[in-house]
T-cell receptor
Framework: GAVVSQHPSWVICKSGTSVKIECRSLDFQATTMFWYRQFPKQSLMLMATSNEGSKATYEQGVEKDKFLINHASLTLSTLTVTSAHPEDSSFYIC???????????FGPGTRLTVL | GENVEQHPSTLSVQEGDSAVIKCTYSDSASNYFPWYKQELGKRPQLIIDIRSNVGEKKDQRIAVTLNKTAKHFSLHITETQPEDSAVYFCAASRTGGYNKLIFGAGTRLAVHP
């Protein structure tokens, strides 16, 4: 139980293009999903909290117009990196929390490389 | 704002020895404390967690202790094995609602055969 998938696992794109990453909870309903980015040898940096049916809550310093989050159902949240630049290259990881539970379960991550 | 400090940043032990990682949190309202293990290039895996109504929890070779008064919690791994080598993250959060995890900086554990 508590499986979270993420797609794609890696993506390479040209500067200026947009990239969409999907996060799915496969065997549970997740009212809340979280999006993190992780640079090499660093901790997880929370970008935003994605709440089903409402607007995402962004952390300080994260541009909401650049990192678009949609949480349209209890099993799917998407992160779109708009107009990507090389500095956006990173490992993006989502996590999902089941309704009424504390535990967060992580997706396998998406490695984004912007050329 | 909320903060979690984690020590040490790196830890090297011989196979069979014990490893201890310590974390301190700042938000006194935190009451949920998970530990994650992350291998290189992979997702963080929840290995154990503790809630504020208990002081210790064990699962085979892994144990976590919590001192709410001092706002400390620790991960103890006994009889370490090479496959325990990974980065370990502690985290703290309040429960309920949309509360987020505050992560420590991580500890890189190396277990040498």
């Amino acid at each position: 139980g508590a499986v979270v998938s993420q797609h794609p696992s890696w993506v390479i794109c040209k500067s200026g293009t947009s990239v969409k990453i999907e996060c799915r909870s496969l065997d549970f309903q997740a009212t809340t999903m979280f999006w993190y980015r992780q640079f090499p040898k660093q901790s997880l940096m929370l970008m935003a909290t994605s709440n089903e049916g409402s607007k995402a809550t962004y952390e300080q310093g994260v541009e909401k117009d650049k990192f678009l989050i949609n949480h349209a159902s209890l099993t799917l949240s998407t992160l779109t990196v708009t107009s990507a630049h090389p500095e956006d290259s990173s490992f993006y990881i989502c996590s999902a929390r089941a309704t009424g539970r504390n535990e967060q379960f992580f997706g396998p991550g998406t490695r984004l490389t912007v050329l | 704002g909320e903060n979690v400090e984690q020590h040490p940043s790196t830890l090297s032990v011989q196979e069979g020895d014990s490893a201890v990682i310590k974390c301190t949190y700042s938000d006194s309202a935190s009451n949920y404390f998970p530990w994650y293990k992350q291998e290189l290039g992979k997702r963080p895996q929840l290995i154990i967690d503790i809630r504020s109504n208990v002081g210790e929890k064990k699962d085979q070779r892994i144990a976590v202790t919590l001192n709410k008064t001092a706002k400390h919690f620790s991960l103890h791994i006994t009889e370490t094995q090479p496959e325990d080598s990974a980065v370990y993250f502690c985290a703290a959060s309040r429960t309920g609602g949309y509360n987020k995890l505050i992560f420590g900086a991580g500890t890189r554990l190396a277990v040498h055969p």
